[in-house]
């Protein structure tokens, strides 16, 4: 199984960039999906972006399409979310997660496939 650990939050300003990091450990990484979700205070998790196994399709919430960008590198067992135009509203715990089971479009924003997650990491975007 894979467990996955995030990096990279932080304080910026609107406008400004971050780029978060999810090391993922396990042998098999490269056979699973992977996930970024956020939750801010008193809300829900929410799906934000999805990447398949080989990297090859990816799946974004239409809140950061155009804005975020998720990434993998199987050969190091990481995956990447590059935030770019951040507003105050991305505000939130972003967290990382994993899923053995494939899936494409709408069904890669479903939480409960995800099976594996980390303890998150804060981004807080002031105005």
């Known amino acids: 199984q894979v467990q996955p650990v995030e990096s990279g939050g932080g304080l910026v300003q609107a406008g400004g960039s971050l780029r978060l990091s999810c090391a993922a450990s396990?042998?098999?990484?490269?056979?699973?999906?992977m996930g970024w979700f956020r939750q801010a205070p008193g809300k829900e998790r929410e799906f934000v972006a999805a990447?398949?196994?080989?990297?090859?399709?990816?799946y974004y919430a239409d809140s950061v399409k155009g804005r975020f960008t998720i990434s993998r590198d199987n050969a190091k067992n990481m995956v990447y979310l590059q935030m770019n135009n951040l507003k105050p509203e991305d505000t939130a715990v972003y967290y990382c997660?994993?899923?053995?089971?494939?899936?494409?479009?709408?069904?890669?924003?479903?939480?409960?496939?995800?099976?594996?997650w980390g303890q998150g990491t804060q981004v807080t975007v002031s105005s």
């Open positions: 997660a994993s899923r053995r089971t494939y899936c494409i479009g709408y069904g890669c924003s479903e939480i409960l496939p995800y099976d594996s």
């Open positions: 396990g042998r098999t990484f490269s056979n699973y999906a």
């Open positions: 990447i398949s196994w080989r990297g090859n399709n990816t």
